[in-house]
């Protein structure tokens, strides 16, 4: 009976141990600020769904939060189980790990290796690990949601030890393929490659690997290039817009630093047809600016002007025609703390920008502009809610957002 009773005892001392470290990070959070979205101008109801995911940072330490048109909601909130091994992510992610508790189970969670349709919840990775480099395989894996049904398989990579590392940027089910697109890189270091790799669902085996294009880092300190590959986001168009960016040193911050564009490649890629088509070579006076968006033949890039405001261009692919000041985000600027960080996002039709950085001197504002006509439909700012100070050397970081 002894041991029993200490048992209990133990068990009991456990329960209590957790109610009250749940109860003492409760009560904590009542002592951080509450941030909430004030609404300046225009249609309130377009930030229904949106949820920003960031932390209240002070003293090199970091409290997780979410922020919505409902106030704040900080993660030491949550159940001590749910607090466990968690950090705030994007809200689709985690609505889809939780219904779909049993497909998502040990899968990675960003975007570019998911793709949630209708029908189907399709997830493809090559996961790296420091002791099997060189031996890294495709994950496959998708879920009929008509049926329940999950197919699962993986697959080795051809030529898997030219490159020193993968990166998984896009999948997309079309007729019972998976199209994986991916960017690899050579162990050399001086240039990438972006792949696209096909898969056969019912033999579950790969049926082609394509080069869709290569191109070269610089091999000076100057500079440096980037890539972005962005579907289109209509329904009835399955192709990709793939921007090389070459950039080199400028006393204008940007998204990167004191860096701007100095020659960017754009080509549209179609998947099934493995076809791709040149932009022809945009002539403007000013720097062209990051590819952000593509939807049907338009294609949207950020741009920074000489003051650090930001602005969004966009370029009529059958006109051949470029409109610098489609879209200007007066408040959404650059400043010695974030260095041009901006927070972009297209979503429904509409570009939601988000300034990342809030503290006693630099503001937070969210603008919403209108994809079809460049206007700006809702402007709104985070602000604290009762108190006018955030404290010393504390600030709000917003790193992400998303929508429920």
Do not use: C
Request: glycine share 6%; aromatic share 12%; hydrophobic share 35%.
């Amino acid at each position: 009976m002894t041991k029993y009773w200490k048992l209990i005892t133990i068990s009991t001392v456990i329960i209590f141990s957790i109610a009250a470290l749940y109860i003492q990070s409760a009560l904590a959070s009542k002592e951080f600020p509450q941030f909430v979205i004030k609404t300046d101008e225009g249609d309130e109801s377009i930030i229904d769904d949106l949820v920003l995911s960031g932390d209240y940072m002070g003293y090199s330490q970091g409290e997780p939060l979410r922020i919505d048109t409902n106030g704040t909601n900080y993660l030491r909130d949550q159940s001590f189980f749910n607090q466990l091994g968690k950090r705030y992510g994007q809200m689709e992610t985690e609505l889809l790990q939780n219904k779909y508790k049993s497909f998502m189970r040990g899968k990675e969670s960003w975007e570019g290796v998911l793709s949630n349709e209708a029908t189907y919840l399709a997830y493809a990775n090559i996961p790296y690990g420091y002791y099997r480099s060189g031996s890294q395989q495709f994950e496959i894996a998708v879920l009929n949601k008509e049926t329940d049904k999950t197919i699962s398989f993986e697959h080795a990579i051809p030529n898997v030890g030219d490159y020193y590392y993968f990166s998984v940027m896009h999948v997309q089910l079309v007729d019972n393929k998976l199209l994986v697109i991916t960017e690899n890189g050579p162990p050399e270091g001086n240039s990438s490659e972006l792949h696209l790799y096909t898969f056969n669902l019912d033999e579950q085996v790969l049926i082609s690997d394509d080069v869709i294009t290569t191109y070269q880092h610089p091999v000076d300190n100057m500079g440096y290039t980037d890539m972005v590959a962005l579907p289109n986001d209509s329904m009835e168009n399955n192709t990709f817009a793939i921007a090389h960016q070459k950039y080199k040193e400028s006393d204008v911050p940007t998204k990167y630093g004191a860096h701007e564009i100095v020659e960017q490649e754009v080509i549209i890629y179609d998947p099934i047809a493995k076809s791709k088509q040149a932009i022809e070579k945009i002539e403007t006076d000013i720097d062209m600016g990051e590819l952000i968006a593509y939807s049907g033949k338009q294609l949207y890039f950020q741009q920074v002007d000489g003051k650090g405001s930001l602005r969004i261009a966009e370029y009529d692919m059958e006109e051949s025609k470029l409109k610098n000041n489609f879209m200007s985000l007066p408040g959404i600027t650059t400043t010695e703390y974030m260095m041009g960080e901006f927070n972009i996002k297209v979503h429904d039709g509409h570009l939601y920008a988000i300034t990342p950085f809030k503290d006693n001197e630099n503001k937070s504002f969210v603008m919403v502009g209108s994809m079809d006509t460049g206007e700006i439909v809702y402007k709104g700012e985070i602000v604290t809610k009762g108190i006018n100070s955030l404290g010393e050397e504390r600030f709000l970081s917003i790193h992400d957002f998303s929508w429920k």
